[in-house]
């Protein structure tokens, strides 16, 4: 077996040493050849030149790429998903939450020729209420975007690397990979695997973040929103047709008074209520409308240390190289320079 780690990475400075230092002990057991590819998502610390560093200490098992800005995990991961050379992809998360050693587990998954993806699912809710509430709504905005099997999505993924191809087209500044894994594969398995709590720093996505990352999976990959507005539109037409109904028998039957303030308050505040939603509902369609059109990229590639690769740039988007005279260490010495004036 030959397996892809991919990192997307944002202010790990401190943990990142850890991580691969536990990669490379636990892989060669598992895998025939490895690779771990960290991903700088334009972090503002000195990440990359901590990344860099790991490198040069294991220059066969491993490579770096910084994006030019922060553009997002899913943007992150996708960077390096298209960047792997091994026919399993494993993806996981920069904060030691997701142990390195069960990856092996993890990817012991695929050895079912009929299963294409596995997600690590924690035995335990590691999280508190307000992250695991956060956490429900994106598997909700999940579920609501087609994903069958949003309840055991999680960023501790293993998949087939060739799965990519149904999505290598894909630019879309909103990206979400387990929308696009959904759209290549329904053969799906859980794997339950034991998980640490986060040791250093917190969480990179507050309850805000992910509700935004929600909604926009929801409106971006789905159309349940529009639904929504149709039904409601329906609800209220139904209702608008009883008071109707009502107002003509209490006519026919002589008993019609001066129209009550409370029902015409009320109607007005059902159906205002109803039509300024689906106005936003709508907006929200044409905001993703109009920044597709702007042709926004997934994500541009500042440095990349192997850049021969085949799979070195994403067919949707065009990644320009850094001056030829300015390369990744140079990159990295100015980035660690910067954090150290800073702290």
Request: aromatic residues 6%.
């Amino acid at each position: 077996m030959k397996i892809s780690v991919v990192v997307p990475c944002y202010r790990s400075r401190a943990t990142l040493p850890e991580l691969v230092r536990r990669l490379h002990e636990s892989l060669p057991a598992i895998a025939d050849a490895f690779e771990i590819i960290l991903v700088v998502d334009g972090s503002p610390d000195d990440t990359y030149a901590v990344a860099r560093g790991l490198e040069r200490d294991n220059p066969a098992t491993m490579r770096t790429v910084l994006l030019r800005r922060n553009y997002g995990q899913h943007n992150a991961l996708l960077a390096g998903i298209m960047r792997a050379k091994h026919p399993i992809t494993v993806t996981m998360d920069d904060d030691l939450q997701h142990r390195p050693e069960e990856v092996g587990t993890l990817v012991a998954a695929l050895d079912d020729p009929l299963v294409d993806l596995a997600y690590g699912v924690a035995a335990e809710e590691e999280h508190g209420f307000t992250r695991s509430f956060a956490s429900r709504i994106v598997k909700a905005g999940l579920a609501a975007s087609g994903v069958p099997n949003a309840k055991d999505v999680s960023a501790f993924r293993a998949f087939r690397t060739d799965l990519r191809e149904g999505f290598e087209h894909v630019a879309d500044p909103f990206a979400s990979l387990d929308v696009l894994l959904s759209w290549t594969t329904n053969s799906v398995r859980r794997v339950t695997v034991q998980m640490d709590e986060r040791e250093t720093g917190r969480s990179n996505y507050s309850l805000r973040g992910l509700a935004r990352h929600a909604m926009n999976m929801v409106t971006g990959y789905g159309t349940a929103p529009l639904k929504l507005v149709t039904w409601m539109g329906l609800l209220t037409s139904v209702l608008g047709f009883a008071l109707l109904v009502s107002v003509l028998v209490r006519y026919w039957v002589g008993a019609v008074e001066v129209a009550g303030f409370t029902t015409l308050a009320s109607m007005l505040a059902i159906l205002s209520g109803a039509l300024m939603l689906s106005i936003g509902i709508l907006g929200e369609y044409i905001g993703r409308l109009h920044f597709r059109s702007m042709q926004k990229p997934t994500f541009l590639v500042k440095e990349d240390s192997h850049r021969s690769s085949t799979w070195g740039e994403v067919k949707a988007v065009e990644l320009h190289p850094a001056p030829a005279d300015v390369g990744p260490d140079e990159v990295a010495e100015a980035l660690e320079e910067r954090y150290r004036r800073q702290s």
